[in-house]
């Protein structure tokens, strides 16, 4: 089993291979790739140092599954030849997900839309992975009618350069700074890059990728995208609107029921979700569940993830041990 990371070096390709190993995928071969500025550095993968390749080298060794989390542009240019080759990209950028022949998978929600014949696969972004863990078997159970979310977005999503700016900040440093406005002790309601209807490009994936991942561009879901000093998690204020009534013990019981949620939610405790107690877990954990009065069938959630680990990279690696286990690739 070869295994390619494109992006090794980044905050989730590092991420990636930790997983790997966390979950003891059967990795024979490790082929680590980046850019020209890490290319020839040293990786250590499973107590074994490895050389860090190039995607033009990468590409020739004909891994069997390519996990890519190098950005959009470098998707686009090396995805396609990778699996001209027979590889089997999981793809963490943005470059394939609004693809119609691509799917766009969370294996415990949409696994079963993949083929043998879809040798690229798209990751979905963080915030959508861990809203639609949530609303799936609600979507199932009670139809739902209309989404309004806010995200409180941990810099991590921005990799490691938002890191570096939160850090840099923190400690009095002027650093190179990717955000517009210092993020330290400040929250952005700005996470991307702003279309001409005035929604940021965060914004737009939570909305057309929920719809595509549930199977229902008729749902009407609108989205407010923050940037918090925060590094532990991705956390949603989440409202929906049911078609069909339902009771608040209903819900919970739907979500505990579901692989990979936990209700935590004993609020006369002070016991919620939060990203520090969600920080290195691939659970997606859903608190202060409560209906909203205001409109019939109403429900408030809030949902809080590691966006680097269910949000990115334990998601793509769930979707690599599906090809392994429905046999799309050998050990």
């Known amino acids: 089993m070869r295994v390619a990371i494109v992006g090794i070096t980044g905050l989730v390709g590092k991420k990636m291979a930790e997983i790997l190993e966390e979950r003891n995928f059967p990795v024979n071969e490790l082929i680590p790739v980046a850019s020209e500025k890490s290319a020839g550095k040293k990786i250590v993968f499973k107590n074994r140092e490895q050389t860090v390749f190039l995607p033009a080298e990468a590409v020739e060794f004909k891994p069997d599954i390519a996990l890519f989390s190098a950005g959009s542009a470098v998707s686009k240019m090396w995805a396609p030849r990778f699996a001209e080759n027979n590889t089997y990209v999981i793809d963490n950028s943005s470059a394939w997900r609004m693809d119609e022949n691509i799917p766009l998978v969370v294996p415990e929600i949409n696994a079963s839309e993949i083929r043998p014949r879809h040798h690229i696969i798209a990751n979905p972004n963080c915030s959508t992975i861990q809203l639609v863990m949530a609303l799936a078997p609600l979507h199932k159970a009670f139809k739902i009618k209309r989404v309004v979310v806010a995200t409180y977005q941990s810099v991590t999503g921005s990799g490691a350069k938002g890191l570096l700016q939160l850090t840099d900040e923190q400690q009095g440093i002027t650093g190179e700074r990717i955000y517009p406005h210092s993020i330290h ?9 702003f279309s001409d209807e005035g929604y940021t490009t965060e914004e737009l994936k939570l909305i057309n990728e929920t719809r595509k991942i549930l199977n229902d561009n008729s749902l009407k879901i609108t989205a407010t995208a923050v940037r918090v000093p925060v590094t532990g998690g991705h956390s949603e204020a989440v409202n929906v609107e049911f078609e069909k009534p339902f009771t608040v013990n209903e819900v919970k019981e739907l979500l505990n029921e579901t692989p990979g949620v ?17 920080k290195d877990k691939d659970t997606v954990f859903v608190g202060r569940i ?24 334990t998601n793509a690696v769930q979707i690599a041990e599906y090809l392994l286990d429905s046999g799309f690739v050998n050990k």
């Open 262 to 278: 936990a209700v935590t939610d004993e609020p006369e405790k002070s016991i919620y979700p939060m990203p520090l107690t969600a």
């Open 185 to 193: 002790m400040n929250v952005l309601p700005q996470a991307g890059d």
């Open 290 to 313: 409560r209906k909203d009065f205001s409109v019939g069938n109403g429900l408030n959630l809030w949902i809080t993830a590691d966006n680097l680990r269910k949000g990115a990279a």
